[in-house]
């Protein structure tokens, strides 16, 4: 090989390095830029057709992604206990005819402080006898599985709407709870200080993945949006659905009540992702919008 070919070789290998790692980066945007504890945020992957694959991943936890705005969009949700600082993302893009892309980063979990709440409710419903203690603990196990359940299909469209059909706010989440003086988990929900007899309605379109009466939530419906996102909806006097019916935004899934651990008629209003407890606020507020 003559100085002059092994040159232009170098030079092509140079070139070819360059241009693949120009071309292989995708363009990720976080919806907030820097997201709250708490938040449900979105992720867009720009420029990947329907046909794209894309995967990805925060802290090592996969994101369920589908086609939007031109791109693939997932939800990620922040859970309440989430360490503030940077958090590792990672994505992947597969499309037919182009070659694969990848990027990742960090993205920076603001800090958010919750308030204290001191509750007093009877000592039979914080001091549980074995039996109950148990039944508690299974219940509890049996939302969190369901919780994390992926399910492939997205029912969820367009905007929520506030589960009690007013423009009341619900209150409360995140609260560190201090129960009859002992510290308890923190509360994941939001609740809405409303009417017994107030009707319940679905914040979005979803399927009825459970209808309970639970010793906490006392009577329950959680509706799947799918793509691992779920809204649950406790407390209730009446219920309207039964398991694996289909619902439309602002179907009434029930009436407000207060069974279970409550200190008055209230609904208490939770949202998952993938098993992270979110502010169900800023579910409402989501500017995902299709
Ligand atoms: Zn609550």
Known sequence: MTWAALLFTTLGLVFTAEASIAADRATVIWHPAKPRVGDVVWVL????????????????????????????????????????????????????????????????????DFQ???????????????????????????????YRTITPERIWRGKFTTPVGTMKTGTGFGARRIINGQPRSPHSGS?????????????????????????????????DH??????????????????????????????????GRATGPHLHFGAQVAGARVDPTTLLGLTLID
């Open 45 to 112: 992957v720009k420029d990947v057709t329907d046909t794209g694959t894309v995967e990805g991943s925060v802290d090592g936890k996969p994101l369920t992604f589908f086609p939007y705005a031109g791109g693939h969009a997932a939800l990620f949700g922040v859970d309440l206990d989430t360490k503030p600082g940077n958090h590792v993302w990672r994505v992947g893009v597969v499309e037919p005819g182009r070659e694969p892309r990848s990027a990742e980063g960090t993205v920076r979990i603001v800090r958010r």
């Open 116 to 146: 204290v709440e001191r509750l007093t409710v009877p000592s039979t419903m914080v001091d549980l006898d074995p039996e109950t203690e148990r039944r508690a603990l299974a219940e509890g196990k049996q939302l969190a599985t369901l």
């Open 191 to 223: 609740d809405y200080s409303v009417p017994k007899g107030t009707p319940v309605i679905a914040v979005n379109a979803g399927q009825v993945a459970l209808v309970a009466e639970f010793f906490f939530p006392g009577r329950l419906v959680v509706l």
């Open 226 to 259: 799918g793509l691992g996102l779920h809204t649950a909806y406790f407390h209730l006097d009446t219920i309207a659905v039964v398991e694996g019916e289909r619902v439309e935004r602002g179907q009434t899934l029930g009436t407000v009540g207060a069974t």
